[in-house]
DNA sequence: TCTAATTATTGCAATATTGCAATATCACAA
DNA sequence: TTGTGATATTGCAATATTGCAATAATTAGA
């Protein structure tokens, strides 16, 4: 039904899953990247930056937003987004936590 | 048109939502999680940690063996599956090498 | 005011994802 | 050989995602 059910999993599972998967997507992950290597921005510059439409840039930056990874302020008639440092922290928590295990040995 | 322009990117770009996307669902953070915490398992133990008909896990399972992050072998009629310990480390250090940068300060 | 510049939103069309039921496969045991 | 248990695959149906063109909304400047 291309719904993902949500009863059965803990809170931290579905919000690890849920940033992950805005992650998923190369033009978000060269945003971040860009964001990241810049420390500011105005969203127009991402046009030379990816090769994608100005619609479809501001969806992914949008959706970027939506998880708290970037916040954008208005500038005159443009905007500057950039990353949300102490959400980002929390991010890498996140993830680090599930990254940072340790699989046993080799065992199949 | 629902299909994720890929030529514009980098190869590591690229891989790396790949990567993040697959990990996206909270079925498979589940499962992953799972693996990790009892560092082997068949399958059939999967139907009492998720919400989820045989199937769909049956499907989840191959999303994840398809990027590496686990492999299964053959035990007779059931199926050993685990985390692929080198793989793991490459994704550590993918998604680590993105989310370790440091944002700078608050900037807007 | 009128225009240009910038970003957001809307409206499609195409493809992808998710889920289950039904079925297929395969190994093992009786 | 037949059946049982375990997993994979197929075949839908429903929803989500991605992308662009067109348009709206807003601000700044002439």
């Known amino acids: 039904m291309g719904?993902?059910?949500?009863?059965?999993?803990?809170?931290?599972?579905?919000?690890?899953?849920?940033?992950?998967k805005v992650l998923g997507h190369p033009a978000r992950v060269a945003i971040v990247q860009h964001l990241l290597e810049i420390n500011a921005c105005i969203g127009n510059d991402l046009m030379d930056v990816l090769p994608l439409s100005q619609p479809t840039i501001s969806r992914h930056l949008a959706e970027l937003k939506k998880v708290g990874i970037i916040q954008g302020t208005i500038e005159g008639s443009s905007m500057n987004y950039c990353i949300n440092p102490h959400r980002w922290r929390e991010i890498r928590q996140m993830l680090g936590g599930l990254l940072g295990k340790e699989p046993g040995e080799q065992c199949c």
Chains 1, 2 share one sequence.
């Open 3 to 20: 719904l993902t059910k949500t009863e059965g999993y803990t809170q931290a599972q579905i919000e690890l899953a849920t940033i992950a």
